[in-house]
């Protein structure tokens, strides 16, 4: 796959056994927490009507239409584009034609939105181009025995805008979200509360702990890259289950590494070189 030339991204897991859920909303780091509610929309990333195909030769016009028209005839067009760069895991693609990408970035922004490339979210971070985003979910689905099984309870840290956050709430069962900024956590509160997505929960609080309340995790998924991953990590992992973050190594260069939770024990695949924004301690 292409090596994406700028930041971001966020997290994943898979299924685990049905150990008991965090009550929301939760207290972490002393700041409280909402848990979202949001409906599913159907819309089969293949699907464009004739109308939509001939609305693709015009410039994206946010607003134009309303999820079912032009908006998402682009949103077809960039799943094609996805499917031509050899990313093919179905439910992946739908998953990504399904979210409204223009809906989560600043409006002079939605324009770009159906690019292949990462847009500024404010505070400093990006969201990841999207076949960063589908390349990672894909990774995260493949850790699946079952690859047309759903995953189950995934933690992601980094919510940003709460895009990624959104596309797994198509792919998992349960997605706890953590976001180390409160001006983001808000943001995709802000984002994510029209979309009424029942199984998204957003945390406001320092991602290198994990999740506990929410542990284990059929899979978890970095937006961040540093240069170790965090044992909380690994030791919130379900037995079975998969993570994918970006990792730094001494010189600074990242690269996406995919950690199975196995019972002969911890196995750590190196994959492409990537470019995400820092993985910090602490929030702000
Ligand atoms: N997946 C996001 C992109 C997020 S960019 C989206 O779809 O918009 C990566 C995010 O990781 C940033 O918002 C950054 O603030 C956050 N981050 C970095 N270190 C973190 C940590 N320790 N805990 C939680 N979030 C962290």
């Known amino acids: 796959m292409k090596t994406p030339s700028k930041p971001p991204l966020d997290s994943a897991g898979k299924l685990s056994s049905a150990g008991s859920r965090p009550a929301f909303p939760v207290q972490l780091n002393g700041v409280k927490s909402n848990s979202f509610a949001i409906k599913k929309v159907a819309v089969s990333a293949s699907s464009s009507s004739a109308a939509g195909q001939n609305d693709l030769k015009k410039p ?3 607003g134009a239409s ?3 028209g032009l908006d998402s005839a682009v949103r077809a067009r960039m799943v094609r584009r996805l499917a031509e760069q050899g990313l093919h895991d179905a439910q992946v693609l739908a998953a990504m034609g399904a979210v409204q990408r223009h809906h989560f970035v600043d409006t002079a922004l939605a324009g770009m939105a159906y690019e292949d490339t990462s847009l500024p979210i404010g505070f400093g971070q990006t ?3 999207p076949n960063v985003v589908a390349r990672m979910l894909e990774l995260l689905r493949h850790g699946l025995t079952d690859a047309s099984g759903r995953l189950g309870r995934v933690l992601e840290i ?3 805008c709460g895009y ?3 596309v797994l709430s198509h792919l998992a069962t349960e997605v ?3 976001e180390r900024l409160r001006g983001l956590h808000d943001k995709a509160r802000e984002n994510l509360r029209t979309l009424r997505l029942a199984n998204v929960h957003l945390l406001f609080g320092d991602g290198m702990h994990g999740f506990a309340k929410g542990a284990p995790y059929a899979a978890i998924i970095a937006a961040a890259g540093g240069e170790a991953i965090p044992p909380a990590w690994t030791g919130q992992l379900a037995m ?3 993570l994918v973050a970006p ?4 010189s600074g260069a990242q690269a996406l590494v995919v950690i199975d939770r196995t019972p002969q024990g911890i196995r750590q695949t190196l994959l492409e070189a990537v470019h995400f924004v820092p993985l910090k301690s602490g929030i702000g």
């Open 60 to 62: 994206f016009q946010p």
């Open 66 to 68: 309303d999820g079912f």
């Open 127 to 129: 969201i990841s181009k």
């Open 158 to 160: 980094g919510t940003g």
């Open 164 to 166: 990624q956050a959104a």
């Open 176 to 178: 706890y979200s953590m």
């Open 240 to 242: 079975g289950g998969r």
């Open 247 to 250: 990792l730094q190594d001494a």
